[in-house]
């Protein structure tokens, strides 16, 4: 026998060793779309927080926006593209049915074998990436991985309708993660990586947030519907709920967050989120006012502004969190 407290092994994390981002060339602000929807910029900003939204020409596809960020991550990671292993891609407007995005992002950078995927979650499509990327590293399919959301919600919005047209936009965002042994515990701060994640599923609010067309059913591509109010409500509730069940799991407080990185749909979404935590406004990486929603690129968009512009740093404590379609939400606590 002995006293000594056991000291736990080192595990294996998904570490993030690199991100980036890319934006379609065209900036469209709320004052150019009141011109052709019947909408003001004052409504725009008061109800939303979005001021532009970037949105995608015909050379723009949901897959070239999606190599863009990849290779700014790679570039960031110090990495090769023949160093990357798995590829997982979150997107709900692929640019073709299939094959997937995913693999079109692989034949761009050059890479010729590897696993490559596309995940479809609508706006918590980059939770449920990173956390199949995690998962599948963790059980050896891949050292490093490139987890990408990207969209071009543009080519399926109804521009006649002002009550979803004006919400979207279209972007991408990547992280490269590389998987690396750091300390069991996710409250030591020698812990890096993905330190907890949780998703969830409730497929009976399908209507409220859904696409009015695809292959099995219509056989066209569809347009965005969306009840915008009961989607606010139920998007306020499930996020703090979830966001307390990623804490807890890591053995951490709302007071530890360094910054809280949400999916960016509403200006609002993110006060009354930020308001439950306790958590001071200037704690929360906005970009909804320049970026609108996109989707499952939001997230990382949103995280490869705040490393470039040199607010989260190395080390810092990140909170990551989405809510969509389905509905389908999740939250991820990661070290940087
Ligand atoms: O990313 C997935 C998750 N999505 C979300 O989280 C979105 C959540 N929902 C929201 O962000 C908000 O509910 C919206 C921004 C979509 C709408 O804001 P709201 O305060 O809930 O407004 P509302 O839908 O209740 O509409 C209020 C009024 C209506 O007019 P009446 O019926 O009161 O006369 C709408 O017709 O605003 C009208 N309206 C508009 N007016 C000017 C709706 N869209 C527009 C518009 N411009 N674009």
Same mark, same amino acid.
Request: some cysteine; glycine content about 8%; overall charge negative.
């Given at each position: 026998?002995?006293?000594?407290?056991?000291?736990?092994a080192?595990?294996?994390?998904?570490?993030?060793?690199?991100?980036?981002?890319?934006?379609?060339?065209?900036?469209v602000?709320?004052?150019?779309?009141?011109?052709?929807?019947?909408?003001?910029?004052?409504?725009?900003?008061?109800?939303?927080?979005i001021?532009?939204?970037?949105?995608?020409?015909?050379?723009e596809?949901?897959?070239s926006?999606?190599?863009?960020?990849?290779?700014?991550?790679?570039?960031?990671?110090?990495?090769?593209?023949?160093?990357?292993g798995?590829?997982?891609?979150?997107?709900?407007?692929?640019?073709?049915t299939?094959?997937?995005?995913?693999?079109?992002?692989q034949?761009?950078?050059?890479?010729n074998?590897?696993?490559?995927?596309?995940?479809?979650?609508?706006?918590?499509?980059f939770?449920?990436a990173?956390s199949?990327?995690?998962?599948?590293?963790?059980?050896?399919?891949?050292?490093?991985?490139?987890?990408?959301?990207?969209?071009?919600?543009?080519?399926?919005?109804?521009w006649?309708?002002?009550?979803t047209?004006?919400?979207?936009g279209?972007?991408?965002?990547?992280?490269?993660?590389?998987?690396?042994t750091?300390?069991?515990?996710?409250?030591?701060?020698?812990?890096?990586g993905?330190?907890s994640?949780?998703?969830?599923?409730?497929?009976?609010?399908?209507?409220?947030?859904?696409?009015d067309?695809?292959?099995?059913?219509?056989?066209t $591509?569809?347009?965005?519907?969306?009840?915008?109010r009961?989607?606010?409500?139920?998007?306020v509730?499930?996020?703090?709920?979830?966001?307390?069940?990623?804490?807890?799991?890591?053995?951490?407080?709302?007071?530890d967050i360094?910054?809280?990185?949400?999916?960016?749909?509403?200006?609002?979404?993110?006060?009354?989120?930020?308001?439950?935590?306790?958590?001071?406004a200037?704690?929360?990486?906005?970009?909804?006012d320049?970026?609108?929603?996109?989707?499952?690129?939001?997230?990382?968009?949103?995280?490869?502004v705040?490393v470039?512009?040199?607010?989260i740093?190395?080390?810092?404590?990140?909170?990551?969190e989405?809510?969509?379609?389905?509905?389908?939400?999740?939250?991820?606590? $990661?070290?940087?």
């Amino acid at each position: 026998m002995t006293d000594q407290l056991p000291i736990s092994a080192p595990v294996l994390r998904a570490v993030i060793a690199g991100t980036g981002s890319a934006l379609p060339r065209r900036r469209v602000t709320n004052a150019e779309l009141a011109e052709t929807v019947d909408t003001s910029d004052e409504w725009i900003v008061e109800r939303t927080g979005i001021r532009a939204r970037h949105i995608a020409a015909e050379d723009e596809t949901t897959s070239s926006l999606a190599t863009d960020a990849a290779r700014k991550a790679l570039e960031a990671a110090g990495m090769d593209a023949s160093e990357i292993g798995l590829i997982v891609l979150a997107t709900a407007t692929p640019d073709q049915t299939f094959p997937a995005s995913a693999t079109k992002v692989q034949a761009a950078l050059g890479i010729n074998d590897c696993v490559a995927f596309d995940v479809q979650a609508v706006c918590s499509g980059f939770l449920y990436a990173l956390s199949v990327a995690e998962s599948m590293m963790r059980g050896g399919a891949a050292k490093a991985a490139l987890v990408i959301g990207a969209e071009t919600f543009s080519r399926i919005l109804d521009w006649q309708d002002r009550a979803t047209c004006v919400l979207f936009g279209d972007g991408a965002g990547a992280v490269v993660l590389r998987a690396e042994t750091s300390a069991a515990d996710p409250a030591d701060k020698a812990a890096r990586g993905l330190l907890s994640s949780r998703l969830h599923a409730d497929g009976r609010h399908n209507e409220l947030l859904f696409v009015d067309g695809g292959p099995s059913t219509t056989g066209t $591509v569809g347009k965005v519907r969306m009840k915008g109010r009961e989607v606010f409500r139920h998007a306020v509730v499930n996020l703090a709920s979830v966001l307390g069940e990623v804490l807890a799991e890591a053995g951490l407080t709302p007071a530890d967050i360094d910054w809280l990185v949400p999916h960016q749909a509403n200006a609002r979404i993110l006060d009354a989120t930020a308001r439950k935590l306790d958590l001071p406004a200037e704690r929360v990486i906005v970009t909804v006012d320049e970026h609108a929603n996109t989707s499952a690129a939001s997230v990382p968009l949103a995280l490869d502004v705040a490393v470039r512009d040199g607010r989260i740093k190395r080390g810092d404590l990140l909170v990551l969190e989405a809510m969509g379609g389905g509905f389908t939400w999740g939250a991820a606590v $990661v070290r940087y």
